[in-house]
C-alpha cells in the first residue's frame, strides 16, 4: 500500500519542502534587515558592495540600454509612420523605457550579472567554512557579510536602471533622429511633455527598487542555503537567476496593475 | 566545579537527524593543559568540538565553560564568551578576499577599537610568532597548506583567547609542516596561558606535544590517559589506535550485509 502511495508521498514531501523553504527564506529576510545596523555604520563594507554589484555592472547595463532603446527607436518609428506620428518617437521610447524595460531588462541583467555573483560568493565561502569562522568569531555573518551584499543590491538596481533608461533614450535618439531625420525639437519636446514625473519616472523607480531588494534578498538567501559542495553552489546559482527571473516577471505585473490602472 | 577546570563536560548527549553521535562523554579540562580528543573517522570527534563553541545545542547533558551553561546560553551571550575563544578549522577557513594581514587583523578590527597601526603592530607580531611576518601582504590563494595553516593559527591567538579548540590541525600537511604547527600550538599555548582542546588522529605528533589524550570511539569515551599512560596502555583500542593496526576493536569495513547478499542474492541491482 505504502508502495501505491509513494508518488503522492514524493509530492506531498516537496510541496511541504518548498512551503518549509519559502518560511525560512522569509525569517532569514527578517534577521538581514534586523542585523541590517552595521551597513550603515560601517559604510565602507555596503559601498564596497555597490562597487561589485553596480560599478562592475555597468559595462553591461550602458551596452544593452543602447542596444535595447536603438532597437526600440527602429520598431518605434516603423510603426508610428504608418500613422503619420513619427514625432512622437521621442515620448514612446522613454515611456517603454522608463515604465517597463528599464527596471525590468536592467533587474534580469542585474540578477545575470550580480545576483549570480553574490550567490557564488557567499555559497563559496560557506563551502570553505569562512562562513562558520566568522560565527566562532563572534561575528555575525548575516551582519557581516550577507547585509552589506544586500543593500548593496538594493541601492545600486535603481541606479542601473536609470542608466539603462537613459541610454536608451539616448540610443533612441540616435536612431530616430541622427539616422533616420526624426526632429530633433519634436523628438525631445514630445518626450517632456508627454512623460509625467509621478506616474511614469518615480513608478520606475518604485518598481526597480522593489525588483532589487527581491534579487538582493533572493541572491544572499540561495548562497547563504546552498548546499555546501560544488554542486550545490552550482545549483544555488541556477536557482538565483531562474527565481529572480520569475520573480521580477510576477512582481512587474502585480505592480504594473497597480501603479497604472486608468491613468493613461 | 573547580576554578582550575576550565571546560565541565557532563553526560553529552548529542543526535543527529535522530542518530545518536555523542553518548554520554564526561570531561573535564583544566586550564592551562592541551588536551587532544582522538578517534577514528566519523566517531563524533567535531561535534564535541562543536557543542563545547556552542555551535551545536546538546540533546541532553551540558557543557560548561568558566562555570557557564554552554547549551543555555543566548546568542549575544554566547558571541560574549567566543570572543576569548579561537578556533583553528581544518583547512584554515582563511578569507580569501583578505590578505594575510587583513585576515589576522580581522577579529581585532571587529571586537575593539584599536588604531590601524596598533593593529598592525600586533597582527606583524602574531605573525612573527608562526614564522610568516614576511607573508603579511600574501592572499590566502599564494600560500602553502602548512602556512595557510600558520596564517589560520595566528588569527585564532589573535584576541590572545583562553579557550583554543584546534580541528584537525594536522590534516594534509608534510611532515615537517605538521611538526612545525605542533611545536606552535605547544608554545602559543604555553606563552598565551591559554588552553588548548585538539581535535586529531594523528597519533605520534599529538603524544608529543599534549597533556591529556581521550580517545572518542562511537560517541563514547573508551580511554584516556596522560602520553606516557596511553604509550603503555594494553587497552585494545589504545592499542589499534596508537600502532595503525588492522585488527581490532575498530572495524576498517563500513557495517554491509554478507557478500554473499550483495553478489548472489537480491541485492544485487545492476
Not at chain 2, 141 to 160: F, I, K
Request: aromatic residues 8%; hydrophobic residues 50%.
Amino acid at each position: 500500500m505504502s508502495e501505491s502511495f509513494s508518488p503522492i508521498r514524493k509530492l506531498g514531501h516537496a510541496v511541504v519542502d518548498r512551503i518549509w523553504r519559502m518560511g525560512f527564506a522569509a525569517r532569514f529576510f527578517v534577521a538581514v534587515l534586523r542585523y541590517s545596523g552595521p551597513s550603515f555604520r560601517r559604510l565602507p563594507l555596503t559601498l564596497r558592495e555597490i562597487y561589485f554589484s553596480g560599478v562592475l555592472s555597468l559595462l553591461i547595463i550602458t551596452v544593452s540600454g543602447l542596444f535595447v532603446g536603438l532597437v526600440l527607436g527602429l520598431q518605434g518609428y516603423e510603426t508610428l509612420q504608418r500613422y503619420g506620428s513619427t514625432e512622437a518617437l521621442g515620448v514612446l521610447v522613454a515611456l517603454s523605457l522608463t515604465r517597463e524595460l528599464g527596471p525590468v531588462v536592467a533587474a534580469l541583467l542585474f540578477a545575470s550579472r550580480a545576483g549570480s555573483s553574490i550567490t557564488a560568493e557567499i555559497g563559496l565561502m560557506k563551502t570553505t567554512e569562512q562562513l562558520k569562522a566568522m560565527d566562532i568569531m563572534a561575528v555575525n555573518p548575516i551582519a557581516r557579510v550577507v547585509a552589506p551584499r544586500f543593500w548593496g543590491g538594493v541601492i545600486s538596481m535603481p541606479l542601473l536602471a536609470a542608466l539603462f533608461s537613459a541610454m536608451g533614450v539616448l540610443g533612441g535618439w540616435l536612431i530616430g533622429v541622427v539616422f533616420i531625420g526624426v526632429d530633433d525639437g519634436a523628438f525631445w519636446s514630445q518626450m517632456q511633455s508627454g512623460v509625467d514625473f509621478r506616474y511614469d519616472i518615480w513608478n520606475g523607480v518604485i518598481k526597480s527598487f522593489i525588483f532589487g531588494i527581491a534579487v538582493s534578498v533572493i541572491a544572499v538567501f540561495e548562497g547563504y542555503d546552498s548546499v555546501p559542495t560544488a554542486e550545490g553552489v552550482s545549483r544555488a546559482i541556477t536557482r538565483t537567476v531562474v527565481t529572480s527571473a520569475l520573480a521580477i516577471l510576477a512582481l512587474d505585473f502585480v505592480l504594473t496593475s497597480f501603479m497604472f490602472r486608468g491613468t493613461s | 566545579m573547580s576554578d582550575d577546570i576550565l571546560v565541565d563536560i557532563q553526560n553529552l548527549h548529542f543526535n543527529y537527524d535522530g542518530r545518536p553521535v555523542l553518548q554520554g562523554i564526561n570531561m573535564k579540562i583544566p586550564r592551562g593543559k592541551v588536551v587532544a580528543i582522538m578517534g577514528g573517522s566519523g566517531c563524533g570527534k567535531t561535534t564535541l568540538l562543536r557543542c563545547i563553541g556552542g555551535q551545536l545545542r546538546p540533546t541532553a547533558g551540558s557543557v560548561r565553560l568558566e562555570q557557564n551553561l554552554v547549551s543555555e546560553m543566548s546568542h549575544a551571550e554566547l558571541y560574549g564568551l567566543r570572543r576569548k575563544m579561537g578556533m583553528l578549522f581544518q583547512f584554515g577557513a582563511l578569507f580569501t578576499d583578505m590578505t594575510v594581514l587583513d585576515n589576522v587583523a580581522f577579529p581585532l578590527r571587529e571586537h575593539t577599537d584599536l588604531s590601524d597601526e596598533m593593529i598592525r603592530d600586533l597582527v606583524l607580531m602574531k605573525l612573527e610568532a608562526v614564522g610568516l611576518r614576511g607573508a603579511h601582504a600574501l592572499m590566502p590563494g599564494e600560500l602553502s597548506g602548512g602556512m595557510a595553516r600558520r596564517v589560520a593559527l595566528a588569527r585564532a591567538v589573535a584576541l590572545d583567547p583562553m579557550l583554543v579548540m584546534y580541528d584537525e590541525p594536522f590534516a594534509g600537511l608534510d611532515p615537517i609542516a605538521l611538526g612545525v604547527i605542533g611545536q606552535l600550538i605547544r608554545k602559543l599555548n604555553d606563552a598565551l596561558g591559554a588552553t588548548s582542546i585538539m581535535v586529531t588522529h594523528d597519533v605520534h605528533e599529538s603524544l608529543m606535544i599534549v597533556d591529556y589524550i581521550y580517545f572518542v570511539s562511537q560517541g563514547t569515551i573508551v580511554a584516556e590517559g596522560t602520553p606516557d599512560e596511553i604509550r603503555a596502555s594494553k587497552d585494545p583500542f589504545v592499542h589499534q589506535f596508537v600502532n595503525a593496526e588492522v585488527d581490532g576493536p575498530v572495524h576498517f569495513d563500513y557495517p554491509a550485509p554478507p557478500v554473499v547478499h550483495d553478489f548472489l542474492g537480491r541485492g544485487l541491482h545492476v
